[in-house]
């Protein structure tokens, strides 16, 4: 696979991840919105150009990692953070 660079952008009530890899100027995203200690994860996005690289996959870990290290719940709004979830019930404890 090729290497991914994640990156937050963002602060206060919403932000995103993003997803670059090289050689492309397409940038895959997950969006969100914090309310309460929780973070709403609204939408991933990844170009079909950069597709099949299991990016979406790399955005979500950086959501659940930032999860662990920041102490926030997330609330999986989004169909592919939400069937995520499903596949890693070690994620539970971070489920809002």
């Known amino acids: ?12 009530s919403s932000g995103e991840y993003h997803a670059a890899v090289p050689g492309s100027s397409a940038i ?5 919105t914090e309310h309460d200690g929780v973070r709403a994860a609204e939408h991933t996005l ?6 099949g690289r299991g990016i979406a996959g790399k955005l979500v870990e950086a959501l659940i990692a930032d999860a662990r290290a920041q102490h926030f719940k997330i609330d999986p709004q989004c169909s592919y953070v939400a069937a995520a979830f499903k596949r890693h019930p070690e994620w539970a404890d971070l489920h809002a």
Do not use: K, N
């Open 46 to 51: 990844v170009p079909p150009e950069i597709g």
């Open 28 to 32: 895959g995203r997950l969006t969100w």
């Open 1 to 12: 696979m090729d290497e991914v660079t994640i990156t937050r952008r963002g602060s206060g």
